[in-house]
C-alpha cells in the first residue's frame, strides 16, 4: 500500500495549520468543529464542522453559505501551493487529489 495519502495529509494539514486554520481529528464520528483532515482512496477528504456558537453569531447566513466561504478559502490556499483539489461534494467536502492531473489532458 503506498503512503502517498499519508505524505499528502501530513503536507496538507501543515498548510492548513500554517495557514490559520484549527484542525480537528480524522476520527469522522468525532463531531468537533473545525476542519477535518482524513485519508482517502483517492488522495485526501476535508471536510469542516462549524460550531453551534458560530452558527448563532452568524443570523443571516445560512450554513451553506458559510461552508461554501470556507470551501472556497480552503480549495484556494490548497490550489496556490500546487494541489489538485476537486469541487466540493454533494454534502460539501473537498477532495485533494493524490495526483496532479496530467497536464495535457
Same mark, same amino acid.
Given at each position: 500500500?503506498s503512503s ?7 503536507r ?6 500554517? *495557514?490559520g ?9 468525532? !463531531?468537533?468543529? %473545525? +476542519?477535518? #483532515?482524513?485519508?482517502?482512496? /483517492? ?17 443571516? *447566513? ?10 472556497? !478559502?480552503?480549495? %484556494? +490556499?490548497? #490550489?496556490?501551493?500546487?494541489? /489538485? ?16 492531473p496530467? *497536464?495535457?489532458?
Open positions: 500500500m502517498v495519502p499519508s505524505e499528502l495529509a501530513s496538507v494539514r501543515y498548510a492548513l495549520i500554517q *495557514a486554520f484549527y484542525l480537528v481529528g480524522d476520527v469522522s464520528s468525532d !463531531a468537533r468543529p %473545525g +476542519l477535518r #483532515v482524513s485519508e482517502a482512496p /483517492a488522495g485526501v477528504l476535508i471536510t469542516w464542522t462549524a460550531s453551534d456558537g458560530f452558527s448563532a453569531l452568524q443570523p443571516g *447566513a445560512s450554513g451553506d453559505t458559510m461552508k461554501a466561504i470556507v470551501q472556497a !478559502a480552503v480549495s %484556494g +490556499l490548497l #490550489v496556490q501551493l500546487g494541489h /489538485a483539489v476537486k469541487a466540493p461534494s454533494d454534502d460539501g467536502d473537498l477532495l485533494v487529489l493524490a495526483e496532479a496530467d *497536464a495535457g489532458a
